[in-house]
Nanobody
Framework: QVTLVESGGGLVQAGGSLRLSCAAS????????MGWFRQAPGKEREFVTS????????YYADSVKGRFTISRDNAKKTVYLQMNSLKLEDTAVYYC????????????????WGQGTQVTVSS
């Protein structure tokens, strides 16, 4: 099993920045993807970005490309989400997910999830 804990969320003004962290416990297999999804009230969990652990290949949703960056620290088994130029529509609970999905942009294809961290963009 893999346990994930997100942190770094908070309240930020539009145009500002935040960096989220997702610390993993357990074994992350080389063919796993580790990524970020978000969910706003009344909406489905939405793909944000994901990384294939073995290659470092990344994929971004069009809505965040150029503003968000996913990165990792292998020693800490931690993945980060650097969020810049935040917009009101970025407000959501952000979740870290791990798995070997057939379709990496589909939330239900992932095996493990953290508890989520709230990001609220104001003004």
């Amino acid at each position: 099993q893999v346990t994930l804990v997100e942190s770094g969320g908070g309240l930020v003004q539009a145009g500002g920045s935040l960096r989220l962290s997702c610390a993993a416990s357990g074994r992350i297999l080389g063919n796993y993807f580790m990524g970020w999804f978000r969910q706003a009230p009344g909406k489905e969990r939405e793909f944000v970005t994901s990384m294939k652990w073995s290659t470092g290949h990344t994929y971004y949703a069009d809505s965040v490309k150029g503003r968000f960056t996913i990165s990792r620290d292998n020693a800490k088994k931690t993945v980060y989400l650097q969020m810049n130029s935040l917009k009101l529509e970025d407000t959501a609970v952000y979740y870290c997910g791990v798995g070997q999905p057939a379709f990496m942009t589909v939330a239900r294809a992932y095996d493990y999830w953290g508890q989520g961290t709230q990001v609220t963009v104001s003004s």
